[in-house]
């Protein structure tokens, strides 16, 4: 059981390795190293609890790469060789390779740019009977910009208001109504019933994706926004009846009038 789990642990690695090196499949590539990244990690933790591995048998040097692994610490490395889809980096005085697609959240055109650079990753395999190290650094990034935009977006959630009114770009449309990416950065869903006064059937009928839209928020509940263009609509009609323009008669009618009241008075 344990040869067979390494024979398929080897061939998903190899895959891999195999895929970077054609850098015009930079997305598949790095759909499939989140995949083995984690299978690796379901793997040795059976192998773990199987005793399949033995940490005490183990290199220390090894044991120490595995714990980093598991751990998913974060190591500080100097980039001193580059090779063919990646570069060379040490841990702990073992060649690790760091595929191109795991140096950057970008896509990586000059791999010289990178040489002798300090960078932050994470070991994603370690395989100590292959004397196999792969590195990353795309998911100490990715966490980090994930995390920008969570505390981006409280702080966006916590400056907005119901009533607050502001323009935003149709981002998606569905059957139920228009998202809208706002001036803030947050994204609301103006429901097929707020898009306007009249009644729409379907939002891409009055709406086109990539458009510019004002929108009036007018709910917040469970940090989602409910925007309404209908309120926007419905307040400039109400203004427009309130600063209508009521013309007062002329005077002369004033007078005339009021002479012919005059004139039929019996005093």
Known sequence: MEEKMEEMIEEKIEETVEETTDENKETPEAATMDDLSEELEASYKAAEEEGAEDSEDMDPVWATLTGYLKDKTVLN???????????????????????????????????NEWLHKKIRVRVITADPKKKRLVLSAREIL?????????????????????????EGTVETLKDY????????GLSGLVHVSQISDRRVTSPDKVLKEGETV?????AIKDGK????????????????????DYKLPKSESISTNLGSLLANLKL
């Open 77 to 111: 490395v100097k980039i001193g060789g580059i090779v063919n889809a990646g570069v060379i980096a040490y841990v702990e005085n073992v060649r690790g390779f760091i595929p191109a697609s795991r140096l950057s959240l970008e896509h990586v055109e000059d791999l």
């Open 177 to 184: 109504g228009a998202f809208i990416r706002l001036e803030n």
């Open 214 to 218: 004002k929108v009036k928020v007018i």
């Open 142 to 166: 990715r966490d980090e910009a994930r995390a920008k935009a969570a505390d981006e977006r409280k702080a966006a959630m916590e400056q907005t208001s119901v009533g607050d009114v502001m």
């Open 225 to 244: 926004l409910s925007l309404s263009m209908k309120a926007l609509l419905e307040k400039t009609s109400d203004e427009g009846d309130h600063n209508r």
